[in-house]
């Protein structure tokens, strides 16, 4: 196996790792300060995908849900990960990959916005989509500070691109 593709995929499941990370601690905390145990996120969105929950005033915290669900959002994050260290590596090599790069992950998160609304509408009412966006754009964050920090140089083309007319 070539350096390069060695490099995206270590970096690609780093960095997955590094997004699910920063999402399970932000979400833990928020339900803490709800006053909620700190799997309730997980074992809410757990009972919907696996066991059929409607009602959240019905959710039991239980461990079958919280597992099952965060097998799935590890999984997610694992390949957004890859998905996104692909991404890194191409834009480094040819720059203007970056515009389609940039297009693939927006048009991602707007998606996987877009399922949480379809799959858990009637949970997420309850004040979860906050919680959300601040973990979805802290795990972004995050993930894109780490792949700049294993591509330099990409790090150093994008300081290096003009951004309008110099006269």
Known sequence: MRHETQLTLRSGLFAGLIGYGTVVVLVAGFNLLE???AF???AMFGSVLFYGLRDPA????RVGPVLAYNMVHVLAFLVLGLLVA???????RHPIARYGALFVLLFVAAHVYAALLLFADPLLRSGAW???GVASVAAAVTMGWYLLRVHPRLRTG???VPLGDEQ
């Open 86 to 92: 692909w991404l890194f590596a191409l834009a480094e």
């Open 130 to 132: 906050w919680q959300i």
């Open 58 to 61: 019905a959710l039991v915290v």
């Open 158 to 160: 994008l300081r290096e």
């Open 40 to 42: 309730y996120t997980p």
């Open 35 to 37: 006053g909620r145990s």
